[in-house]
Antibody, heavy 122, light 106 residues
C-alpha cells in the first residue's frame, strides 16, 4: 500500500524554525517528484514546493522563497521541509504529496499524507 | 501566476441530484487541470486529472470536461459519501488551486 506519513509539526514562535518530515512507503520513492502543499485553518489549498527525483530541481511558491527549503533522502525514502523565519501566516496543515506518475513531473498529486499541523504563534 | 476561480463557493443538493461545479483559469491552461475531493479532517483525494481523465478507483458518476480556461466537474447522481469540498488545480505552471466548492446536504 502506498503511504505517506508526515511528522514534525507543532507550535513555534514567530521567527522560529521547524523541520517537517514525510516518510514514504509502498512505492519506489526515488522515481517520483514530491511536493508539499499546505492548508491554513478553514482555508483552501496552497502548493508550497516540489523537488525532482534526484533533488537537482526544486521550486517554491513566492511567499516561502528564501525561508523554506525542500529536500529528500532517497536512501531513507524521506521528504523534508526546513522552515525558517516562520510567520503567523505560515500556520497551516502541511501535506506531502506524490506526483501521480513517475518520470516527468505532472503536478497531479496522488496520494497525499494525512498532514501535520504547524502553528506559528507567540 | 495563474489564478483559479471556482463557482459556486457552496451548493446545497439532495442525494440523486446532478451537481456541476465550474472552474475558470485566468489564462489558458490547455487540459492541465485536476479536481480533488476533501472531507473534513482528511487529506484531499485526486478525482480527475488532465481535465477529463478519471483517476483509478474513482466512481464513474464523477466526470470532468473543458479546456483552455473553462472547466467543469459533474457528479451525475449525488451519493451520501459525496458531500465534501471540491477543489480544482491547474498544473500548467507552478500549481495553484481554486478556492473550493462545498457540497452540502439540502
Amino acid at each position: 500500500e502506498v503511504q505517506l506519513v508526515e511528522s514534525g509539526g507543532g507550535l513555534v514562535q514567530p521567527g522560529g524554525s521547524l523541520r517537517l518530515s514525510c516518510a514514504a512507503s509502498g512505492f519506489t520513492f526515488s522515481s517520483y517528484w514530491m511536493s508539499w502543499v499546505r492548508q491554513a485553518p478553514g482555508k483552501g489549498l496552497e502548493w508550497v514546493a516540489n523537488i525532482k527525483q534526484d533533488g537537482s530541481e526544486k521550486y517554491y511558491v513566492d511567499s516561502v522563497k528564501g525561508r523554506f527549503t525542500i529536500s529528500r533522502d532517497n536512501a531513507k525514502n524521506s521528504l523534508y521541509l526546513q522552515m525558517n523565519s516562520l510567520r503567523a501566516e505560515d500556520t497551516a496543515v502541511y501535506y506531502c504529496a506524490r506526483d501521480r506518475t513517475g518520470g516527468v513531473c505532472s503536478n497531479w498529486f496522488d496520494p497525499w499524507g494525512q498532514g501535520t499541523l504547524v502553528t506559528v504563534s507567540s | 501566476d495563474i489564478q483559479m476561480t471556482q463557482s459556486p463557493s457552496s451548493v446545497s443538493a439532495s442525494v440523486g441530484d446532478r451537481v456541476t461545479i465550474t472552474c475558470r483559469a485566468s489564462q489558458g491552461i490547455s487540459s492541465w487541470l485536476a479536481w480533488y475531493q476533501q472531507k473534513p479532517g482528511k487529506a484531499p483525494k485526486l478525482l480527475i486529472y488532465a481535465a477529463s481523465s478519471l483517476q483509478s478507483g474513482v466512481p464513474s458518476r464523477f466526470s470532468g470536461s473543458g479546456s483552455g480556461t473553462d472547466f467543469t466537474l459533474t457528479i451525475s447522481s449525488l451519493q451520501p459519501e459525496d458531500f465534501a469540498t471540491y477543489y480544482c488545480q491547474q498544473a500548467n505552471s507552478f500549481p495553484s488551486f481554486g478556492g473550493g466548492t462545498k457540497v452540502e446536504i439540502k
